[in-house]
């Protein structure tokens, strides 16, 4: 009699499952804090805009009893009405993993490959792998997505490439010039996934809008989320916006009724009320980045700091080491070896009380003044 795992494909077998944190209060006991700083996970100190704030405390648990809309029509509806699209080109998943998983299942098959970086957001990967698609990973250069390492690995069974732009985690982007070059280069022979998590952090005219790029490329799919500037990653909403003949297709493969009726709600509240907040969340990333510069500057540390909410830095002792030595300070970070970094961190970038007590807790586990 054969075994469970002699049913299990051989590309399943392989990996190794993926093991989130636990909650804080576990992790506090563990660690003997009264107060933990979460600089792990890139999300928004601010919280969630003041409009989204009201829908959730508004929301009646009555309705928790009821099905949310099963493609989140009003949701898709601000979309449109904010992007000058069709409700019908935007897909809304439970969170952008989802929308990830969709788009590979739409268009990959057995032998089919996708495209991306060897230092990005992890997921592409991951889903492409354990879905027995091959991934190519093309290495970085100066931190940022090589578009000509990314041209020459596309062949005639590679299906998507995905561009995480500005790239997790380095923050390094993509301008509309070299944006435009690569799509007419690559001239249509595979779908471009433009992942735009990060877009909100970016004030400069020259970052390509992929609302407006895939006006004029048919092959462009864009990834926006509420998780980030947002302040909404505990409600999970991340969309995807496309042409309609490629939204339908992946619409095809994609699960309904994913996202939950309150996530819908307080997306859409959250995009109606978002110039504010965008402004104070740029402010104090900004008041943030220039706290970590000057830390790392003066201990003489190399650091990556581009787009998004985030500082890496490398690391004079290893990475897993350094985080056990932080959490006893009350301070997380994510390691980086998992995103082939290795000894480097990530810090999430947040309020002035946050980074205070990052640079008090890095100093003192490295013995230094």
Known sequence: MSSLADRVPAYVRTFERYVPSRPD?????QYGVSQLHRLNNNENAL???ALAREAIAAFAPERAAVYPSGDAHDLRQALAARCGKSPE???VGNGSCEVISAVIRAFCAPGDAIVTADKTFAVYEWVARFSGIETRLVPLARHAFDPAGLLAAVTDNVRIVFV?????PTGAWWNRAV??????ALDGRALVVLDEAYREYIDDPDYPDGMEVMERHDNVLVFRTFSKMYGLAGLRVGYLCGSLEAVDFVRRAHIAYSVNSLGQIAAAAALADDAGHIEATRRMVAGARGHLHGLFDAMGLEYISGAGNFVMVRAPVPDTLLYRRLMREGVMVRTMTGFRYPNWIRVSLAREQAMEAFAKAFRKVLDLP
Do not use: K, S, T
């Not at 944006?179 to 007419?184: D, H, K, P």
């Open 25 to 29: 209060p576990v992790l506090m006991r």
């Open 47 to 49: 919280g969630p805009p």
């Open 89 to 91: 080109q935007f897909l």
């Open 164 to 168: 995480c732009n500005p790239n997790n």
């Open 179 to 184: 944006l435009e070059r690569f799509l007419a």
